[in-house]
Structures are given as structure tokens and as C-alpha cells.
């Protein structure tokens, strides 16, 4: 595997939150980086120019990738633009938060399509050029919520929990061509996210965190850098940053 300066690297639903920061943190650590959004190309593109402007190389790539035909075409244009993709890091989510008797079949079909169907669309397009590589990185964003399950989250738990099991099969199948494949279970982070909860929901929240605060993006960033530059024999994990919220038994 190449070091990170020689990385090229493809992030999704980098223009704001989690993706953003993983994307400053690999992109300023010298890698080639991709910031896929879908509908925010403003902050894309600002954060395309302050790594430019740091000395690195990086591109904005629109694309929803909830639909298979713009996944296919994101990962196209990034062998097209860098020649190869070593890291994908399956980011992007949404929530739509609703308790069971309320949440419609478009609320449930959506989550899943942007939460779970998008990292496989991104996967199977990338495979033929990791595998004919021989070594590749993959990270899916889950969640604690994935692990615990969560009251008004059925769709983005079904989601969250679909990405650890995709994520066993997928590091038990593509071991043999150099590739890992590990998820991220993050508890609260401060991002739009987490921001968009009513305040007062906010606070009853904190109070279920063993440490005591929310979670800051550069947080789960370090740790995925982490998992690229230094996780060569790490492959079929669920990696828990939060705070305690949930813990394993
Ligand atoms: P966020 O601040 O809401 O940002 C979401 C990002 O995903 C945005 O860049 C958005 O881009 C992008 N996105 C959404 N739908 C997309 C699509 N169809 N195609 C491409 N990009 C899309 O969310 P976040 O808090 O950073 O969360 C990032 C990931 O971490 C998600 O998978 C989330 O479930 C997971 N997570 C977050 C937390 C937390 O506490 N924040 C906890 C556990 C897990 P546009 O603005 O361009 O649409």
C-alpha cells in the first residue's frame, strides 16, 4: 500500500461535517483527495481550494450517490482525473427521524437508499480498480445506532446495522486482494447532524454520554487516518468513538 502522500483518496458527503473533516485531515496529510457532495457545491468547493491552497490536490465531484449510475460515475472520474483509487470512505447519510407508527415507506426506502445502498453502488464500482491494484481501503460510516438501535431511528438503525454486516462479508471476501474493509460506529458529533436536534433533545442526550460531551468531528477524522496510514492488518471491524454512549458487552 502506498503511503498517504501517494493516496488517492474518495470521501463522500464531504462538504460538510464528518466527511469534511476526514477529508481536511487525509488531504492536508499529503493524499489526493476526492470531496463528493450532492447538493452543497459551495462548501465543496471552498474546501477543494483551502487544501489546493495548502499545497495538496483535490477535487469537488458532484454526485448522489444513492443512485448506482452516479456512484459508477463518481469513481470513474476519479481514476480518470488521479489514474487510481486506493481509499473509499463511504460517508454520506441522512436521517429521517420518525417512531415506527409514523415513518412512511418513502421516509424508510429513502435512509436505506443513502444510507446503506449507496455504499455498495461506490464499493462495486471501485472493486475492479482496487482488486486489479491489489490493495484498496475501505471505511463505512456507521453508527452506535447501528450496534444499540435507537427510539425513532428504525430506518437509520436497519441502515447503520446493514453497513457492519456488509462490512464482515465484504473484509472476508476482498482480503485476498489486499483490500480492508472496517466501519466507524461514532456516538454524537458535533456536526449539522447532531446541530439540527431540538436543544432541548440536545441536552437529554449529553446526559446519556459516559464522558460527558459530544464528540468533534477531527475525532472520528484521526481515526480513519489512522485506520489508512497504519491499519494494514485491520480488516472486518466495527470501531466505536463515543464516548461511552454505548459500550459492548
Ligand atoms: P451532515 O453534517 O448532515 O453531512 C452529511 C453529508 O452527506 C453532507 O456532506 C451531504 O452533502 C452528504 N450527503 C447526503 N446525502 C448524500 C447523497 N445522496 N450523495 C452524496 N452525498 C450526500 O452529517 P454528518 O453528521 O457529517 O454525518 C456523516 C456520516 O456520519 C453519516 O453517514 C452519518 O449517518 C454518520 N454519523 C454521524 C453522527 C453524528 O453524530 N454526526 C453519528 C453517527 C454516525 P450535501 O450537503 O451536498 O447533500
Known amino acids: 500500500m502506498p503511503g498517504l502522500e501517494d493516496m488517492v483518496v474518495v470521501v463522500t458527503g464531504a462538504s460538510r461535517g464528518l466527511g469534511r473533516a476526514i477529508a481536511e485531515e487525509l488531504g492536508r496529510g499529503g493524499a489526493k483527495v476526492v470531496v463528493n457532495y450532492s447538493r452543497s457545491k459551495e462548501p465543496a468547493d471552498e474546501l477543494v481550494s483551502e487544501l489546493s491552497e495548502a499545497g495538496g490536490e483535490a477535487v469537488a465531484i458532484q454526485a448522489d450517490v444513492s443512485d448506482a449510475e452516479q456512484a459508477q460515475r463518481l469513481i470513474e472520474e476519479t481514476v480518470e482525473k488521479f489514474g487510481r483509487i486506493d481509499v473509499l470512505v463511504n460517508n454520506a447519510g441522512i436521517n429521517r427521524d420518525k417512531t415506527l407508527k409514523k415513518l412512511s415507506v418513502e421516509d ?95 441536552e437529554k442526550l449529553l446526559k446519556t454520554v459516559p464522558l460527558g460531551r459530544f464528540g468533534k468531528p477531527n475525532e472520528i477524522a484521526r481515526a480513519v487516518r489512522y485506520l489508512v496510514e497504519d491499519g494494514d492488518y485491520i480488516t472486518g471491524q466495527a470501531l466505536d468513538i463515543n464516548g461511552g454512549v454505548y459500550i459492548r458487552t
Open 108 to 202: 424508510w426506502d429513502t435512509v436505506i437508499q443513502v444510507d446503506l445502498n449507496s455504499a455498495f453502488y461506490t464499493v462495486h464500482a471501485a472493486l475492479p480498480h482496487m482488486t486489479e491494484q491489489g490493495s484498496g481501503k475501505i471505511i463505512n460510516m456507521s453508527s452506535f445506532v447501528g450496534e444499540a438501535g435507537n427510539v425513532g431511528q428504525a430506518n437509520y438503525s436497519a441502515a447503520k446495522a446493514g453497513l457492519l454486516g456488509f462490512t464482515k462479508t465484504a473484509a472476508k471476501e476482498l482480503a485476498r486482494y489486499g483490500i480492508t474493509v472496517n466501519s466507524i460506529c461514532p456516538g454524537f458529533i458535533e456536526t449539522d447532524m447532531v446541530a439540527n436536534i431540538p436543544e432541548e433533545a440536545r
